[in-house]
T-cell receptor, first 109, second 114 residues
Framework: RKEVEQDPGPFNVPEGATVAFNCTYS??????FFWYRQDCRKEPKLLMS???SGNEDGRFTAQLNRASQYISLLIRDSKLSDSATYLCAVNVNAGKSTFGDGTTLTVKP | NAGVTQTPKFRILKIGQSMTLQCAQDMNHNYMYWYRQDPGMGLKLIYYSVGAGITDKGEVPNGYNVSRSTTEDFPLRLELAAPSQTSVYFCASSYAQGRKETQYFGPGTRLLVL
């Protein structure tokens, strides 16, 4: 079993749709959690950190469920510009992130 | 700030050749990382460093070497290039704030080994 697993998709949704991604992790000692966005042939960029209480940034909401060992990312009112690959990252120790393989989202007009 | 810079952007190597991928950051980050990303896959950690003079292996270190003589630079050395090392290589850095460090990535180096 991989340490961090994501549904690879692809997710194809119309503009304005709400879409959710999950990411499961196997190490219960994991401490920090992140969502990164990666555009085609570009480097990953931090989208948002995931806090225990959940957090929201505009149309994006991240949640952490420690009991079930997963994090989620919800995107509301999808825009064409949201089309990208979304990577989750999990840190057990400071300095080492384990990344999922990414979930590809395509938002269509 | 330039952030994280990588050179070259693209390189073709013949089997058995060697090369050094350069990475530099100007954010005074103590942590630096090298990842490889194969097509359609996530990031695999090759090596990382928690400060000048300190390096450690990641998930896929075989065939690579690193050094960290300064805070700013973290070069990755490929000896005896093999087709399996064809990939996109990303360097990243972070400033650890407790355990919630955010990684900043360079633009990547695309390597093709023929």
């Amino acid at each position: 079993r991989k340490e961090v697993e994501q549904d690879p998709g692809p997710f194809n949704v119309p503009e304005g749709a709400t879409v959710a991604f999950n990411c499961t992790y196997s190490n219960s000692a994991s401490q920090s959690f992140f969502w990164y966005r990666q555009d085609c042939r570009k480097e990953p960029k931090l989208l948002m950190s995931v806090y225990s209480s959940g957090n929201e940034d505009g149309r994006f909401t991240a949640q952490l469920n420690r009991a079930s060992q997963y994090i989620s990312l919800l995107i509301r009112d999808s825009k064409l510009s949201d089309s990208a690959t979304y990577l989750c990252a999990v840190n057990v120790n400071a300095g080492k992130s384990t990344f999922g393989d990414g979930t590809t989202l395509t938002v269509k007009p | 700030n330039a952030g994280v810079t990588q050179t070259p952007k693209f390189r073709i190597l013949k089997i058995g050749q060697s090369m050094t991928l350069q990475c530099a950051q100007d954010m005074n980050h103590n942590y630096m990382y090298w990842y490889r990303q194969d097509p359609g896959m996530g990031l695999k950690l090759i090596y990382y460093s928690v400060g000048a003079g300190i390096t450690d292996k990641g998930e896929v270190p075989n065939g690579y070497n690193v050094s960290r003589s300064t805070t700013e630079d973290f070069p990755l050395r490929l000896e005896l290039a093999a087709p399996s090392q064809t990939s996109v290589y990303f360097c990243a850095s972070s400033y650890a704030q407790g355990r919630k460090e955010t990684q900043y990535f360079g633009p990547g180096t695309r390597l093709l080994v023929l």
